[in-house]
């Protein structure tokens, strides 16, 4: 079952949502409190990527979201189209002292398909690509040093097609993307089975490995 599938069948039912819903602008996120960081990756359906951060000690909050693309406010049905150019996203808040970029990677590594550009499992198009958003130089020489060793390990015959680019505006989704795994647990679970979401990734890093 595809994303769509699943929400379509939230809205008409279970969240007791309107289409109407899906069509409010969205916010920019805010600053991170003093003390605080920020992480932004894409890693197909942003529904998927909270969990593992949300268990993570030193995050401080996970929220789903659209970035990289050139509409102000976009909303889930324009970037659902394909003509916005926004990429589905977790931005990550999350208190350097605790936990380090570096774990915020390998973590993402283990939740992503790197072989893959042109979607996630089965959700296809460039809103559902796999990217890595650097919010400085550091993050930046971080997250490229992370890509090549995995490129160098040869874990993998095929290269690794995971962009990393320079952060950009944050547009916060919808209310009822947020937590969506702990709201709707049942359809949440189906959607990763129907999905083959953790299937591949069982594939590619192992069983153990999988975050």
């Known amino acids: 079952m595809t994303r769509l599938a699943v929400l ?13 819903a899906a069509d409010e602008p969205t916010k920019r996120a805010e600053p991170p409190g003093p003390g605080l960081a920020v992480a932004t990756f894409a890693a197909g359906c942003f529904w998927c990527v909270e969990p593992p951060y949300d268990k993570t000690e030193g995050v401080v909050s996970t929220t789903s979201g659209y970035t990289g693309g050139k509409v102000a406010g976009a909303t889930y049905r324009q970037v659902g189209s394909g003509n916005t150019g926004h990429t589905e996203a977790v931005r990550v808040v999350y208190d350097p002292k605790k936990v380090s970029y570096d774990k915020l990677l390998d973590i993402y590594w283990k939740n992503v398909d790197p072989l893959d550009a042109s979607g996630q499992f089965c959700d296809r198009g460039d809103e559902y690509r796999p990217a890595i958003f650097a919010h400085d130089e ?22 690794i097609v995971v962009a990393i680019e ?11 993307h947020q937590d969506y795994y702990q709201k709707n647990p049942t359809k949440y679970a189906y959607y990763r089975w129907g999905c083959g979401r ?9 069983k153990k490995e999988v975050m």
């Open 198 to 206: 953790d299937a591949r990734l069982e594939q590619l890093w192992g």
């Open 8 to 20: 379509l069948a939230a809205l008409a039912g279970a969240l007791g949502l309107s289409l109407a």
């Open 166 to 176: 320079p952060a950009r505006e944050f547009w916060v989704a919808e209310d009822y």
């Open 138 to 159: 550091e993050q930046r020489r971080l997250a490229e040093a992370s890509k090549a060793a995995l490129a160098a390990s040869g874990r993998f015959k095929q290269p």
